[in-house]
């Protein structure tokens, strides 16, 4: 069965990075692409961006362009995110979405990342 | 700056219909915007209903429709189940960036 299994919660300081994991099973990785969705304490769902396995290609909002790298293994069929500079604002659980033609059908657990000092 | 918007609250009867929307701020919402509906309660995470409009998931309960209503993506929930007490996103696709809504908690009552 399709799988997506994130890696677990993270303290991290101001200014530091953190890197997320999404390790998948169950489906043939190369044919997806995968979605990186944050909420926020007691809001809404935010598109942080998305990467296409065969090829790297990759897609992101302005807000995050310059702060998010998503890459993807495929000896170990999981995804990454990594965010860096991170203020309190970042603050979130992240979740990973696989999708495919643009349905965006199984996600993962989510990994609460929590800044402070 | 492009916004999704959806319904921030309703409230339905057990057994009742009720049609949530998403409506976006360039003009109306089409088949090309690829409208995704989610499901989500609390502590977890989304669950993928709709996908391009009107297309169901195999675990996607019947009683749940997707189509374009108005201008707006709309999900309607036709003989409402307790179980149906959640908030509900539309995702839409504008190349890059993608927009989710704000979200529509749904009380049933």
């Known amino acids: 069965q399709v799988q997506l299994v994130q890696s677990g919660g993270e303290m991290k300081q101001p200014g530091a990075s953190v890197k997320v994991s999404c390790k998948t099973s169950g489906f043939t990785f190369m044919k997806y692409g995968f979605s990186w969705v944050r909420q926020a304490p007691g809001q809404g769902l935010e598109w942080i961006g998305w990467i296409r396995v065969d090829n790297g290609d990759t897609q992101f909002p302005q807000k995050f362009r310059d702060r998010v790298t998503l890459t993807t293994d495929t000896s170990t069929t999981t995804a990454y995110m990594e965010l860096t500079r991170l203020t309190s604002d970042d603050t979130a659980v992240y979740f990973c979405a696989r999708d495919i033609d643009w349905d965006v059908d199984f996600w993962g657990q989510g990994t609460l990342v929590t800044v402070s000092s | ?109």
């Open chain 2, 1 to 109: 700056q492009t916004v999704v918007t959806q319904e921030p609250s309703l409230t339905v009867s057990p057994g009742g219909t009720v049609t949530l929307t998403c409506g976006s701020s360039t003009g109306a919402v089409t088949s090309g915007h690829y409208p995704n509906w989610f499901q989500q309660k609390p502590g977890q995470a989304p669950r993928s209903l709709i996908y391009r409009t009107s297309n169901k998931h195999s675990w996607t309960p019947a009683r749940f429709s997707g189509s374009l209503l108005g201008g707006k993506a709309a999900l309607t929930l036709s003989g409402v189940q307790p179980e149906d007490e959640a908030d509900y996103y539309c995702l839409l696709f504008y190349g890059a960036p993608w927009m989710f809504g704000g979200g529509t908690k749904l009380t049933v009552l």
